[in-house]
């Protein structure tokens, strides 16, 4: 009787004995949520990126649009018409992104600047966005392309 109440005791102890199994749970979930934040900072900093260059586009295709002669204001039909002309539309905007802070935006290139029908200011810029923090997954980075247009209107 002895015997068996000891082994019913030795039993019940090392099956209750859990002493050690919340420490791998903790840690999973540790490096789980780390990972987690590392991952929305990087989704994060690609989305404030892409608004900054899409901003500079903004400010650089408006800049485009008013890149035009008093000489080349018409008054046709009920309201005034402008004509731009693809150089100076580009020069405009060369103009504007020197004079514009870029930030954290590296590489930062003019792919196409002109005036796809003569009354618009059309800008394509791209920059490369490198992740803040985990440089693993994304280590060269990714080449961000943004397009503004923007058009002058005369009353």
């Known amino acids: 009787m002895r015997r068996q109440r000891q082994w019913e005791h030795v039993r019940l102890t090392r099956l209750g004995d859990d002493r050690g199994s919340s420490l ?4 999973f979930y540790g490096a789980f949520a780390l990972l987690l934040i590392l991952l929305v900072v990087a989704a994060t900093s690609l989305s404030l990126d892409r608004k900054r260059l899409f901003g500079i586009a903004d400010g650089a295709a408006l800049a485009g649009a ?3 002669e008093l000489s080349a204001v018409s008054t046709a039909g009920e309201g005034f018409t402008v004509a731009l002309e693809d150089a100076a539309v580009h020069q405009a905007v060369l103009e504007h992104l020197a ?4 930030g954290t935006l590296e590489e930062l290139v003019v792919e196409s600047a002109g005036t796809p029908d003569g009354v618009s200011a059309e800008v ?8 803040p923090v985990l440089t693993m997954f994304v280590p060269a980075g990714i080449r961000i392309e943004v397009t503004a247009t923007a058009r002058s209107v005369l009353r």
Do not use: M, N
Request: proline content about 11%; charged content about 15%; glycine content about 0%.
């Open 99 to 102: 004079a514009v802070p870029r």
């Open 24 to 27: 791998v749970l903790t840690i």
């Open 66 to 68: 008013e890149a035009f």
């Open 124 to 131: 394509t810029l791209s920059a490369w966005w490198r992740p």
